[in-house]
């Protein structure tokens, strides 16, 4: 039996906590004061008899008590919020939200997305592009239907399920006439002469990188700058002559075009699987599901 003292407020405000890690921050989110979102919590506490919330440095971590709680949690919020916009929009399927890597947002969604429109659900499409880890959470708290992204640590992993996609590398890209691609004889080690743009320390690929620089000999580079912004490295390596550390299918279409190349050096090592990932026990509807077949779908095609 629900127990009636558990109301939609307990439950926005422990999630909206949970995602900012930080009381002050989610007060600004609900627009709320912080001892109204501190009181908000400690009621709940007691009403579950359990703590949510621990002390980290000057931020909160959730407890194990409250990793369990937030996956019903999430998806109860999840389930109204879906309730609440079919009703709202008279005809109009439920809405989709969907979390998608720089890389899937560029190889796969444009096709997915033709395809999904093509099947006149009429509902309403919110594309995120993020870290891997920052759509996993919004994906725990029920922001998100489904993440299209890269397979996370077994302990990031608590309460979703990983359908496998598709596998890619990470690529060092440079512009087309890049000094490196001049010379007669390539020398990986130079490099460490030009500036890197590097996957950010956390980030789901820079492990892979770490590990294949310490196998080549390079545990540091001299000019590194750490980005997670497809856009700035676009620009930034067209226009100078910068390596780019980043995922094979961000920079698919302008390897093809010629406009960028991939420095000759093999990175079957780096391969990382990329799949869809959705919520343990989630509510599902039909524009949900004929997504997630699209998905596969165009991953296929595109493989082929």
């Not at 998100?144 to 979703?160: F, T, Y």
């Not at 590398?169 to 890197?196: A, C, K, M, N």
């Not at 620009?235 to 406009?259: L, N, P, Y």
């Amino acid at each position: 039996m629900i127990d009636s003292r558990v109301r939609f407020r307990h439950l926005r405000t422990f999630i909206e906590v949970v995602r900012q890690n930080s009381v002050g921050r989610a007060a600004q989110v609900l627009s709320v004061s912080q001892p109204a979102v501190t009181k908000t919590i400690r009621e709940l506490e007691e009403i579950l008899d359990k703590k949510l919330f621990e002390k980290d440095g000057r931020g909160l971590r959730v407890t194990r008590y409250g990793e369990v709680f937030l996956r019903h949690a999430g998806a109860s919020v999840a389930a109204l919020q879906t309730g609440i916009d079919s009703l709202s929009r008279g005809d109009a399927g439920p809405p989709v939200r969907i979390g998608a890597l720089p890389t899937v947002s560029a190889r796969i969604m444009p096709k997915v997305m033709e395809r999904f429109l093509a099947e006149g659900t009429e509902s309403p499409v919110k594309i995120v592009t993020g870290e891997n880890h920052v759509l996993l959470g919004q994906l725990r708290t029920g922001t998100l239907d489904l993440v299209v992204g890269r397979l996370a640590a077994p302990e990031q992993m608590a309460g979703l399920t990983f359908e496998y996609l598709y596998s890619e590398q990470v690529r060092f890209v440079v512009r087309s006439g890049h000094p490196l691609l001049t010379r007669d004889q390539f020398d990986f080690e130079r490099i460490r002469d030009y500036t890197i743009l590097m996957p950010p320390t956390g980030s789901v690929i820079r492990p892979y990188v770490d590990r294949y620089l310490l196998a080549h000999g390079m545990a540091e580079l001299p000019h590194a700058i750490e980005t997670v912004s497809d856009s700035f490295g676009h620009v930034f390596v067209a226009q100078t002559d910068a390596v780019w550390v980043i995922s094979e299918g961000v920079v698919i279409r302008e390897i093809a075009a010629a406009r960028l190349e991939a420095l000759p050096v093999d990175t079957t090592d780096t391969q990382g699987a990329v799949g869809l990932t959705t919520r343990e026990g989630s509510p599902s509807n039909a524009s949900l599901e004929i997504l997630s077949h699209t998905i596969r779908a165009a991953t296929r095609e595109h493989d082929g």
